[in-house]
Nanobody, 119 residues
């Protein structure tokens, strides 16, 4: 299973970016999906997550600014980031919990995409 993330970049404070992450490979189904971030010197932290049924969870620091969504048919998760702040600068990693055909739940990480918020 591979997770391919895209959409990072450089944006000015107050701007927007949209991250995407698609799961590919051989698996039975994709369960929870989410985005984490890690800034230099900090631990990796949860940004947002979404269940297969669409229930969402957000870090307090991004509530009201970020929106997570998914397309189950495409095994893809999105993160719409609005009103970006310099403190959002980090490497963003997508995460997915995937059932194999033995119905074991496995945890996968994408390669990370850099988001830089700066004027």
């Amino acid at each position: 299973v591979q997770l391919q993330a895209s959409g990072g970049g450089l944006v000015q404070p107050g701007g927007s970016l949209r991250l995407s992450c698609a799961a590919s490979g051989t698996f039975a189904s994709v369960n929870d999906m989410g985005w984490y971030r890690q800034a230099p010197g900090n631990e990796r932290e949860l940004v947002a997550s979404i269940t297969r049924g669409g229930s969402t969870n957000y870090a307090d620091s991004v509530k009201g600014r970020f929106t997570i969504s998914r397309d189950n048919a495409k095994n893809t998760v999105y993160l719409q980031m609005n009103s970006l702040k310099p403190t959002d600068t980090a490497v963003y990693y997508c995460n997915s919990k995937v059932f194999d055909y033995s119905y074991h739940l496995n945890n996968y990480w994408g390669q990370g995409t850099q988001v830089t918020v700066s004027s």
